[in-house]
């Protein structure tokens, strides 16, 4: 549990270096809605 909280910190830290572009952003919501559609479909 410990090695999964600092390889986490440690990758907050270098994605916060550069700011979010707006595709990023958004890309990552799509991705998000697509599991979530999966999820419904598979069920």
């Not at 909280?5 to 990023?24: G, M, N, Q, R, W």
Request: proline share 5%.
């Amino acid at each position: 549990m410990a090695l999964l909280y600092l390889v986490t910190e440690e990758l907050l830290v270098e994605a916060h270096e550069k700011p979010d572009s707006p595709l990023i952003s958004a890309m990552f919501f799509v991705g998000f809605l697509a599991i979530l559609l999966l999820e419904e479909i598979m069920a």
